[in-house]
């Protein structure tokens, strides 16, 4: 195995170092900070690049910090605990900024502002989690591995689906449960202070298993799959709300969703990406949002925007767009806004037969990105589109059709949804 001493020279999307081996070969070390001269030893060898891991720091940054949490390195899901929260926001706009520049964008990047975290940790609502047993596992999978690493806390995580994370643990009837059990959803309730559980299992649980699971005052309702696309539950079957989320929205909306069903991991980053939203949204006539899950985005524009004559949602997942009817029957909504089970494509291939134009249309795809869609959009989005993306390197490249396409850049916004890891959400504004 290959020893070296080097420099890093700046981090990568994915979290990575970049530093140079002494042929000038690339070499990715996880776990530094640009300007940092550390000893690593080559792990991986490949044509163009090699991977490394750190022996040992000789001069460290001065933005280095202990990571808090015991899991760091083992768990996959952090990149970004050993530095300081100021350090982590400049390296993911530089990132940012290095796509554009990587994939060949040539005019000046609008970035008009970069919207941080007012917390570092404890701001996920949701954790998701793998089970096995016996003995019992919960966790997350290790890094670069498909093995499970069993958690009793995760530090980005609210405090109390830590709490419940504990309670489970604990309790006998988990342990007896789990035997049959693969995965779990833990999901916050923000306005009443209690959670959900959704679980994926090979047999059906018995119902006096998830009752006298569910008598807690934290636990607000159980659902479960079992195969099939709809999950049973609320158990307990009175569950208020059908055993629904309650999150607040701007403009005083109150949100009803069920376990399972998308939303922000981070809700306080979510309420500014609904004001800024808003604001763009402002002089538009007719609004389509071709992913709207339960409409987190539109119906705060529904509510808001008393001129806007037409307002469409779509999604393809039935229970988003479900729970998008029930949240917007509560909030009085109704009548004044579509939502429908269809695809981004479908709904844009109807429009252009209808002839159908819309002033402000809406994306905020899966990480894959939305390049299928491009083509058809200037028959439809006659002057403003809204593109959210948790992955910048599809969006970015999708940015470059859109260009060719006949749409500028004029607005960037770099969302951190995620702190401490190399994930965070960009909005970028396009206009005709
Ligand atoms: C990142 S989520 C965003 C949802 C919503 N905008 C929000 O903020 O809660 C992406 C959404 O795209 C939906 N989706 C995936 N493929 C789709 C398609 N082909 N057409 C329409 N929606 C799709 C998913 O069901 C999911 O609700």
Redesign the pocket.
């Known amino acids: 195995m290959r020893e070296t001493i080097l420099s890093i020279e700046k981090v990568v999307f994915g979290g990575e170092g970049l530093g140079r081996l002494p042929e000038g070969k690339i070499v990715f070390v996880p776990y530094v900070i640009p300007g940092e001269k550390v000893k690593i030893t080559v792990v991986e060898e490949h044509k163009d690049y090699a991977i490394a891991q750190v022996e040992d720091v000789i001069i460290p940054s001065p933005n280095r910090v202990k990571p808090p949490c015991r899991y760091y390195t083992l768990c996959g899901g952090c990149q970004f605990q050993h530095l300081d929260y100021e350090t982590e926001l400049k390296i993911k706009e530089e990132v940012l900024r290095d796509l554009f520049i990587r994939q060949g964008y040539k005019e000046e990047i609008p970035l008009k502002s970069v919207i941080n975290s007012p917390v570092e940790y404890g701001y996920r609502n949701k954790l998701r989690l793998h089970v096995e047993s016996p003995p019992l596992k919960m966790g997350f999978v290790k890094r670069k591995t498909h093995e499970v690493l069993r958690i009793e806390e995760c530090l980005l995580g609210d405090q109390l689906l830590n709490e419940i994370l504990s309670y489970l643990y604990d309790h006998p009837l988990w342990k007896k449960l789990s035997l049959y059990i693969k995965r779990i959803r833990i999901e916050k309730s923000l306005l009443d202070e209690t959670v959900c559980l959704l679980f994926w299992s090979s047999i059906a649980p018995e119902k006096r298993d998830l009752e006298t699971l569910a008598n807690d005052f934290r636990i607000k309702s159980i659902f479960y799959y079992l195969k099939g696309a709809r999950a049973f539950g609320p158990y307990p079957d009175d569950a208020p709300h059908y055993g629904r989320r309650i999150l607040p929205a701007i403009e005083d909306l109150v949100y009803y969703i069920r376990p399972g069903v998308?939303?922000?991991s981070h809700w306080e980053i979510n309420l500014r990406i609904m004001e800024t939203i808003r604001d763009i949204a402002k002089e538009s006539d007719k609004i389509l949002d071709?992913?709207?899950?339960?409409g987190?985005?539109l119906l705060p524009l529904v509510k808001s925007l008393k001129d806007v004559r037409e307002f469409l949602g779509?999604?393809?997942?039935i229970q988003?767009i479900e729970d998008g009817l029930y949240t917007a029957s509560i909030n009085r909504l109704n009548g004044r806004l579509e939502l429908r089970r269809k695809?981004?494509?479908e709904t844009l291939h109807d429009a252009i037969k209808e002839g159908k134009k819309y002033d402000l249309v809406i994306l905020?795809?899966?990480r894959g990105g939305c390049k299928e869609l491009i083509r058809f959009l200037p028959e439809v989005a006659s002057k403003k589109i809204i593109y959210l993306s948790?992955d910048a390197p599809t969006l970015v490249r999708d940015i470059l059709f859109f260009n060719k396409a006949g749409y500028s850049l004029t607005e960037l916004y770099l969302f951190d949804m995620f702190p401490r890891t190399y994930h965070w959400e960009t909005l970028a504004l396009l206009q005709r």
């Open positions: 998308f939303t922000q071709l992913h709207s899950g339960m987190n985005f779509v999604d393809t997942d988003a695809s981004a494509l905020d795809p899966p948790c």
